[in-house]
């Protein structure tokens, strides 16, 4: 994590840490530790304007995601637990944006993780969002939808888009699928 | 084994517009050891400019979406392999960061769609189209279906998708200035390559760019602003388009209350063409200017002025906004011509041919008409006539003006309005044929152009003087105003430094020209 | 959106293509939205298949 627009749910602490060694135990007293922002994530509803713009962020899955094309193209969405390289596979990473966008419309999420089917810290996401909790940016995205502004959209649509190598282009893909899907938005 | 001298990387489904492109591989260039450096996606056009820039390309497979970065060294062969490995990382640090890029606002996302940008600007009334030709008439085709006015600055667009776009958009009632167009102005705003001239009570349809550019500049410079420019490309008043777009944009600013005077602009059109803009303007009842550069059409009367070149066209306009006489302005612009003998006279008189470089093909044209008035035939690679065409573009006989906005220049190019290397080089080449008494060339400024053309010419200018000495004169026109971003008075002041002679039109310098070696 | 209306308006304009052109619009303080344009065959129509895809029955 480098700044505090990378800050999720559980990582509201590692700011204010010093550096440790690999295998130290730590005790963390949380009192005194700076709140950053609320990961809560209130009930909201996409301005129909932005529908458009979101809509064409499941083209992400093009390029570098096609291998997760196939299952969103049969929304068999449990297959894509776990599916991709790197700690937090892109296909959870899509179901986290999926999870955001129905949660944030009050509508069902249409998966269930099993524990131990992708990496920790996917695992660690994938239970905040379905807690109803969500990393800065897309709270911030969210807040943007629901409004006319589109400096605040476009400015928050591109820090999750350069997020990571695929991560958040996957997770505007996800969310996406729960805001403009067929069936799901 | 030898090591290679050239290398060639793939990036796959990577796609960046061609000015950024061309302007990467410019960048590589300024690289000490690289001698050739190419940006290019993948199309069979740009293998063949590859395979003719020399590049080896056997067991390339990029497809049209992919990047291919090629650079090749003349270095020494132990050097090469570090060289070459430098300036391929070089190319992918210059694309992540863009030359363009600057004014955006960093990391705000851009829309992959037409209806994400519709989104973004609900109530947009134009798009501003410069992908490869290839694609753009379709991509113009969804704005037209969007609602949208269309400004199309790529070229390669064929005809028979040029009359399918226009109809379509003319059904609608809306405007596709182009293909070709590289200039427009809506609202006094500059789209494309144009200056930064305040906007009035003249509006203008131009069916040529660079002579739209030079009667916004000589109107600007009588204190006479632009309300519109519009721009229809250069094919719209022949036979094959026959106009529609320029009929439709004279229509649009005769309805115009804003709009007191009106000019129309091009090289002629075809006659059928002339007959229905000359019957159209007429009916209108406003104040007009026909500026048909070297047309036949002649004659003046219900107050609807014809005139033959770009800056008479703007005096004669300037003139009837201001209430003033259009026939009177245009007698005294051409017995202000006259006093150019004397000019002549003091720079001193040049023996031997005239060499013309242009950036703009209407001031190439234009220039071309008023030389051969004064001298005689005229070479080319657009001349007025095709027995006067040149055999090679690189190679001036006699008097010459040569045009390096043509395709031939720009292909896998930028244009020479925003890189002026080629012409700073040709400067020196002409400067060495002892035949050569004069050298005549144009500096376009405004949006879209190179940020300091007259710095890029000085260096050709400095070793041409070097070489020639006092035998031959140069002389060059400034199409831009002081407002524009580069100012017009501090490249004047550049130039001038260099003992080149700057006059105030394109017309000027052409008379200029010729009148040094007349007689 | 008639010509006319572009006229009285002033340009608003969707800039498809050289970056450059956005930004000198931008330095005019013209509204202006540039997008990141690629051939459809790079992968744009993907949102197109999607549908058909879906549409044909799973």
């Given at each position: 994590m480098t700044s505090a627009e990378d800050m999720g749910p559980r990582t509201f602490l590692v700011k204010t840490l010093p550096n440790f060694r690999g295998g130290e135990n730590v005790i963390v007293v949380?009192?005194?530790?700076?709140?950053?922002?609320?990961?809560a994530l209130p009930a909201g509803k996409m301005n129909p304007r932005w529908r458009g713009l979101v809509g064409e962020w499941r083209d992400f899955l093009a390029d570098e995601l096609e291998d997760l094309q196939e299952p969103v193209i049969r929304r068999t969405w449990d297959e894509l637990i776990g599916r991709g390289p790197g700690s937090t596979p892109a296909g959870d990473d899509f179901l986290s944006g999926l999870a955001s966008g129905m949660i944030w419309q009050g509508k069902a999420v249409p998966f269930h993780p099993v524990p131990g089917q992708t990496t920790w810290l996917s695992e660690e996401m994938l239970r905040d969002t379905l807690a109803g909790g969500i990393w800065f940016r897309a709270k911030r995205l969210l807040g943007a939808l629901a409004s006319e502004d589109p400096v605040a959209v476009t400015g928050s649509a591109g820090s999750i888009a350069d997020w990571g190598h695929t991560s958040g282009r996957a997770w505007l893909a996800g969310l996406s699928e729960a805001l403009c899907g067929e069936r799901t938005g | 084994m030898p090591s290679s001298n050239q290398r060639i990387q793939i990036i796959r489904r990577t796609y960046y517009d061609s000015v950024t492109l061309m302007l990467v591989a410019k960048e590589l260039l300024k690289t000490e050891g690289v001698s050739v450096a190419s940006l290019s996606m993948g199309t069979e056009a740009n293998y063949k400019i590859m395979g003719s820039g020399g590049f080896d390309l056997g067991g390339v497979d990029a497809t049209p979406n992919d990047l291919i970065i090629a650079v090749k060294t003349d270095a020494p062969e132990g050097e090469r392999e570090a060289l070459l490995e430098g300036a391929l990382e070089k190319a992918k640090e210059y694309l992540a960061n863009p030359p363009g890029r600057k004014a955006d606002s960093g990391g705000d996302y851009r829309p992959k769609s037409l209806d994400g940008a519709l989104s973004i600007l609900p109530d947009a009334n134009l798009a501003l189209i410069s992908v490869a030709g290839k694609y753009a008439g379709d991509v113009a085709m969804d704005c037209i279906g969007k609602g949208l006015n269309v400004m199309l600055y790529s070229d390669n667009v064929p005809v028979e998708k040029e009359v399918e776009i226009k109809k379509a958009a003319a059904e609608k009632g809306l405007l596709v200035m182009g293909p070709d167009c590289g200039t427009i102005i809506v609202r006094g705003v500059a789209l494309g390559m144009a200056n930064a001239c305040p906007p009035g009570p003249v509006s203008i349809v131009a069916a040529a760019g660079t002579g739209l550019q030079e009667v916004h500049v000589q109107l600007a410079r009588r204190g006479v602003g632009v309300l519109h420019g519009i721009g229809t490309g250069g094919r719209d008043v022949r036979r094959e388009v026959g106009g529609i777009m320029c009929l439709q944009a004279v229509n649009a600013l005769l309805a115009d209350d804003e709009v007191e005077v009106l000019t129309v602009l091009g090289k002629p059109p075809a006659p059928e063409v002339e007959q229905k803009i000359l019957q159209t303007v007429k009916a209108g009842k406003k104040p007009a200017v026909l500026g048909f550069i070297g047309g036949e059409a002649k004659g003046d009367s219900d107050g609807v002025f014809i005139c033959r070149e770009l800056e008479e066209t703007a005096a004669v306009a300037a003139a009837l906004a201001k209430g003033e006489d259009g026939a009177r302005a245009r007698e005294n612009l051409f017995r202000d011509y006259e006093s150019l003998r004397q000019r002549a006279e003091t720079i001193g008189r040049r023996k031997g041919f005239l060499r013309g470089l242009y950036s703009g093909g209407t001031l190439c044209y234009e220039g071309q008409l008023i030389a051969r008035d004064i001298l005689g035939p005229i070479r080319s690679n657009t001349p007025l006539e095709k027995e006067m065409k040149l055999e090679d573009s690189l190679r001036s006989e006699q008097h010459s003006m040569v045009d390096y906005g043509e395709d031939e220049f720009t292909q896998g190019r930028l244009h020479p309005m925003i890189d002026v290397s080629l012409r700073a080089e040709r400067i020196y080449e002409e400067a060495k044929d002892p035949e050569v008494g004069v050298i005549l060339f144009d500096v376009v400024l405004g949006?879209?152009?190179?940020?300091d053309p007259a710095a890029g010419l000085a260096e050709g200018i400095r070793k041409a003087r070097s070489a020639a000495g006092d035998r031959i004169a140069f002389v060059a026109s400034i199409c831009g105003v002081d407002t524009d971003p580069q100012n017009a008075s501090e490249q004047r002041r550049i130039l001038e430094e260099l003992g080149v002679h700057v006059c105030e039109s394109n017309a000027r310098a052409a008379r200029l020209a010729a009148m040094i070696l007349e007689g | 959106m008639s010509v006319t209306k572009l006229l009285k308006e002033g340009p608003k304009v969707v800039n498809i293509g050289v970056e450059q052109f956005y930004a000198d619009l931008k330095t005019q303080k013209a509204e202006a939205v540039s997008m990141d344009w690629?051939?459809?065959?790079?992968?744009?129509d993907l949102l197109a298949r999607l549908k058909k895809l879906r549409k044909g029955g799973n």
């Open positions: 949380p009192e005194g530790v700076q709140v950053i922002y609320d990961p | 949006y879209g152009c190179n940020d | 690629k051939p459809s065959a790079a992968g744009g």
